[in-house]
C-alpha cells in the first residue's frame, strides 16, 4: 500500500453520499475507512470497512486505530453519518431525541477527536462534516429542531475547531446540503422537495462530492460552511 499518498474516513459510507464519497477518493488513489453500522468487508484492498455505531466511544476509535494499522495514518475524516427526523417538536420522543444526539453529536465528537488526535502528529490533515441547509434556513414545510439542535452545534464547532488549530496544519470545514436525490426520498416527492429550492431542482450525490473534493484542494479555506442547497441559504 505504500503507493497511495493519502488517507480518508469516511463515516456513514455504506449508501448513498458516503458511498459515492468512497468511490470519488479511491479515483483520486486515496485509501479509505469506510464506515457505517452495517458495511460489508471490501474487495478493494484499498479500503478497509469498519462496521459499528460510532456514537460508541469504542466503535469510534477503533474506525481510526485500525485505519493507522492498516494505511499509516489519517489525512482526511469526513463526518458524513447522520440522521434526520421531521416532526413536530411535540412529537418527538425521548429514543428519537437520544438516536440523533448520538449519532450527530456523540459520533461527530468521539471520531473527530481520534481523528485529530492522529493529524496533530503531522501537524496537517483535514475535518469535513455534513449538516444541513435548515441550521440557518429553517422551512415552515419540514420541521426539523432535532437536526438544527444537532448539526447546528456540528456546524458552530466546525469554526472552533477551525481557529483552534488554524496554526496546526489542520483544516475544518463543513458542507450544508439542501434535499439531496437519494433513496431516502421516493421519486413521488421529487417534484414537492425539487420547490423547496430557488433553482427549482433537487441536489445530486455529485453535487456533494464535488464540494468535498474542491474543500479537500482548497488549502486556504478553513472554517467555511460551504451550502450546497441550490440557492436555499440565499432566501426564497
Known amino acids: 500500500m505504500a503507493s497511495i499518498r493519502k488517507v480518508a474516513v469516511v463515516t456513514g459510507a455504506s449508501q448513498g453520499i458516503g458511498a459515492a464519497l468512497v468511490a470519488a477518493y479511491r479515483e483520486r488513489g486515496w485509501a479509505v475507512v469506510a464506515n457505517a453500522r452495517t458495511i460489508k468487508p471490501s474487495a478493494d484492498e ?23 494499522a492498516r494505511f499509516g495514518r489519517i489525512d482526511t475524516l469526513v463526518n458524513n453519518a447522520g440522521i434526520f427526523i421531521a416532526k413536530p417538536f411535540t412529537q418527538y420522543t425521548p429514543e428519537d431525541f437520544l438516536a440523533v444526539l448520538n449519532t450527530n453529536l456523540a459520533g461527530f465528537f468521539h ?49 472552533s475547531l477551525a481557529i483552534e488549530y488554524a496554526k496546526r496544519g489542520i ?66
Not at 53 to 63: F, M, P, S, T
Not at 219 to 225: K, Q, S
Open 46 to 68: 484499498g479500503v478497509l470497512a469498519v462496521a459499528g455505531d460510532i456514537g460508541d466511544r469504542e466503535v469510534a476509535a477503533r474506525v481510526i486505530s485500525q485505519g493507522i
Open 111 to 159: 471520531i473527530s477527536q481520534f481523528a485529530i488526535a492522529d493529524m496533530e502528529k503531522r501537524n496537517a490533515g483535514h475535518v469535513v462534516s455534513i449538516t444541513t441547509s435548515l441550521v440557518g434556513n429553517a422551512n415552515s414545510n419540514v420541521p426539523s429542531v432535532l437536526a438544527s439542535l444537532t448539526k447546528g452545534g456540528v456546524d458552530a464547532a466546525t469554526r
Open 171 to 236: 483544516r475544518v470545514n463543513a458542507i450544508a446540503p439542501g434535499i439531496i436525490k437519494t433513496p431516502m426520498h421516493g421519486v413521488e416527492s421529487h417534484a414537492t422537495l425539487a420547490g423547496l429550492h430557488p433553482v427549482g431542482r433537487m441536489g445530486e450525490i455529485a453535487d456533494i462530492v464535488e464540494a468535498a473534493l474542491y474543500l479537500e484542494s482548497a488549502g486556504f479555506v478553513t472554517g467555511e460552511t460551504l451550502h450546497v442547497d441550490g440557492g436555499q441559504s440565499a432566501g426564497h
